[in-house]
């Protein structure tokens, strides 16, 4: 079901931990595994677990639990940005006012043509370079302004 | 200037240096040189220890409890493997000092860790990275290989036959993981819900064995501290806040960013370094140690010091060092919403009264927030917090309420107003 190319990265995570404890490898498994299929379906979480030989149940806690996997399908690009006090304090409100203005969906949302989901996330521990949000869960994009969100947002394909 | 002369700063130095994070920068300048010694003067555990007790280096990821104590408490003739965990799931708002050490000083932490590992007799140590700082987990898993390279890790390190290998583990977006028996929870591929203690992860930590939690911040001054002694280190603080500490600040100054500063240091000084609250506007209110920690009125803060016992005897804690600045332009009201949310939005559920006390308390606010806010509901909101107190699991639950008792005790006039007029006093 997942390609050789994510196999092999799901190979190089199981790696690090004790070969006992291959359920270690689960968060970075089910991340790959997310990468490669744009969401986390049913099929995918039990493959994976199937993968690592551990009990679906305990990949699908895994799964529900952390925020940054999707249990459905979101547009081909995820923009979370983060609220939390600190980047609000620096203009977040601003930019997210700007971001759903733009894009006509508000937080939750992902548009019509399935180009954009937006997100509101949490504290991502780069605070003091806020406004700022998360590009498909792996790049940070920082110092937002609305001209530099026009920018960005033109770029996602 | 080197780690060979003992400078002010600890983590961050290696940003003076036009290529901070690579293994030629940290070489050039005293980095792994106390790995070497250690491994070729086979240097007892205990002396290592005492070191670190010396130097009154208190832990860097927000309960500042005495590391060389925290080492003390590893089991030594355990017939088992043993572990060594980095601590950077890095999320507490306002805090992001950990992500800066990754990016421009990732070997100072290699080493920190490696020789963490040496002392506490582990087999292998990992280190756990907040999801949303994707880019960072790739580039120190970049430096791991760098270091193994160059015979820092790995098997036979430096040709002492003693073997250690780190890793890193990404997490994917769940603050509790933070609080250390979620993070090993979450290492062993399960949902990040805390472990009651005792036991406690020195006897029963990651997959049941001896384990040492440290913060990033933490291990990467070990290197430190033993190249110039633990006297320097203590010497760069104060008593019993030993050394310097990366002070994270942000919202309304006009440079928010990290400022690695002796323990000590008075707020003031902090707060013009980053260029002081923004023009035609004054200084409200500060959140010293990140959003769990008590906020405190411009002018308490501005009469304290930097460092773990000033901002406790001052009614708030020093935290993760990370300042969150307010100025005049802030409804408190609005602030304290956003707050509640998050730790409603991220309490793990495992107990009744932080999952259900924390809705509580963001429902509450939310509503005085909107205008439909009740008289009462300022003692409710006490009421409630006093209930979620010291009858949970993990202090999330705690760190939930330290925001509301504080901003209700000293901004309750904002509050009230809302109640009574829907609408903001600012
Ligand atoms: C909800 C919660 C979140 C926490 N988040 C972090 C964190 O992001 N980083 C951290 O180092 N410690 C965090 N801690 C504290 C850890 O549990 C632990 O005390 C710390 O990592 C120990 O390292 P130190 O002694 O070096 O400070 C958190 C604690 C709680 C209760
Ligand atoms: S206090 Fe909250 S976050 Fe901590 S274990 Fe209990 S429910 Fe989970
Ligand atoms: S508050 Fe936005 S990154 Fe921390």
Known sequence: ?157 | MSLNTPDTQVCLWTLRHSEPASLATYTANGGYEALKKILAEKTPAEDIIAQVKTSALRGRGGAGFPTGLKWSFMPRNFPGDKYVVCNTDEGEPGTFKDRDILRFNPHQLIEGMVIAGYTLGAVAGYNYIHGEIFEQYQSWERALEEARAAGFLGKNILGSGWDFDLHAHHGYGAYVCGEETALLESIEGKKGQPRFKPPFPASYGLYGKPTTINNTETLASIPWILRHGGQAFLELGKPNNGGSKIFSISGHVNKPGNYEIPLGTPFADLLEMAGGVRAGHTLKAVIPGGSSAPVLPADVMMACTLDFDSISKAGSMLGSGAVIVMDDSVCMVKALQRLSYFYFEESCGQCTPCREGTGWLYRIVHRIEQGQGRPEDLDELLRIGKNIGGNTICALGEAAVGPVASFVKHFRKEFEYHIKHKKCLV
């Open chain 1, 1 to 157: 079901m997942l390609s050789a190319e994510s196999l092999a990265q799901i190979d190089k995570e199981l790696a690090k931990y004790p070969p006992d404890q291959k359920q270690s490898a689960v968060m970075g498994a089910l991340r790959i595994a997310q990468n490669e299929m744009g969401w986390l379906s049913r099929d995918s979480i039990e493959f994976v677990a199937h993968y690592l030989a551990m009990p679906a149940i305990a990949a699908y806690e895994v799964a529900t639990f952390y925020n940054m996997y999707d249990l459905a399908p979101v547009g081909r690009n995820k923009v979370t940005l983060c609220t939390n006090l600190p980047c609000q304090l620096q203009g977040a409100d601003k930019i997210a006012e700007h971001l759903q203005g733009r894009l006509g969906i508000g937080f939750g949302e992902t548009t019509a043509d399935g180009r954009y989901t937006l997100k509101e996330g949490e504290c991502m521990g780069a605070c003091g370079h806020g406004p700022l949000c998360l590009h498909n869960n792996h790049e940070m994009h920082d110092h937002l302004t609305p001209e530099s969100v026009d920018k960005l947002l033109d770029e996602m394909k």
